[in-house]
């Protein structure tokens, strides 16, 4: 196994499931000294997962959506480890499927909150420090969904996301901080433990019908017609957090294949 991130301190956030655990259990092996944030006390099992008895990764609860827990958090791991070398902002994720006509004022600002908010102010929060020392990687998690059916306000977020960073990474530039994004198209994971929406009912008919049309249409516009593994999607968020990437910033990758959102 490659050591890409020894002597890296990393930060990744939404890393309780999904792909940001698979990103958390790679780049500890890795060698990254890693620090794991979500809401759910899950991410703790994943820090305790992975602490080997000779590293240990930290796992810190907060409310990325809110400025003030963002910014006490990350607050908290400078102080902890004197640097942040990696953010892997990973917060995000529809939470209803429906076409647009069906959203109402809550759900719209919900879904914004949920998969923009976390970005801007992860961003927001880790730059003086990064700024500070010179040097820096963010890698923002955004998606092919830019262009899709059936989940407009998080369309709208993910495409606030792939403006953040390519204007974000024309401004630091400058401090030695690079800024990229992946885009990942659909991704085969196990069921969520904690459900996006919090739903207590069975969805209706007419909702699997509408969510049935996200996931026909994911598959009919990727290039090889099928959903992604956690995998191909860490793989991808791990390069452009690597230094294999020196040379690359301001830039969204899409992870679907061929699907370009």
Not at 11 to 19: E, R
Request: with cysteine.
């Amino acid at each position: 196994m490659t050591q890409r991130f020894q002597d890296k301190v990393m930060v990744v956030t939404g890393a309780a499931q999904g792909i940001g655990r698979c990103v958390a259990e790679r780049a500890f092996a890795e060698g990254a000294t890693l620090f794991l944030i979500d809401r759910s006390p899950l991410v703790f099992e994943v820090a305790e997962a992975l602490n080997d008895g000779t590293r240990i990764a930290t796992a810190m609860l907060a409310d990325l959506e809110q400025w003030s827990s963002t910014h006490s958090t990350i607050e908290k791991i400078t102080q902890q480890a004197g640097r942040i070398d990696i953010l892997i902002n990973n917060v995000g994720g529809t939470i209803w499927a429906m076409p647009f006509s069906e959203y109402n004022e809550e759900q719209i600002e919900a879904e914004i909150r949920r998969s923009l908010f976390p970005g801007l102010w992860g961003c927001r929060a880790v730059l003086p420090t990064m700024i500070a020392q010179g040097s820096g990687a963010i890698v923002n998690v955004s998606s092919v969904a830019t262009r899709g059916v059936h989940r407009i306000p998080y369309s709208a977020a993910k495409g606030g996301i792939n403006a953040l960073t390519q204007s974000l990474a024309f401004e630091v530039a400058e401090h030695g901080i690079r800024v990229n994004a992946t885009a990942p198209g659909g991704t085969e994971a196990p069921v969520r433990k904690i459900p996006r929406n919090n739903a207590t009912a069975s969805p209706t008919a007419q909702q699997e019908a509408w969510y049935q049309r996200v996931v026909d249409q994911t598959c009919e516009t990727s290039f090889m017609h099928r959903y992604g593994t956690l995998q191909e999607q860490a793989a991808a968020i791990l390069f452009l957090a690597s230094d294999e990437a020196s040379y690359i910033t301001g830039t969204v990758i899409p992870v679907a294949g061929g699907d370009l959102g």
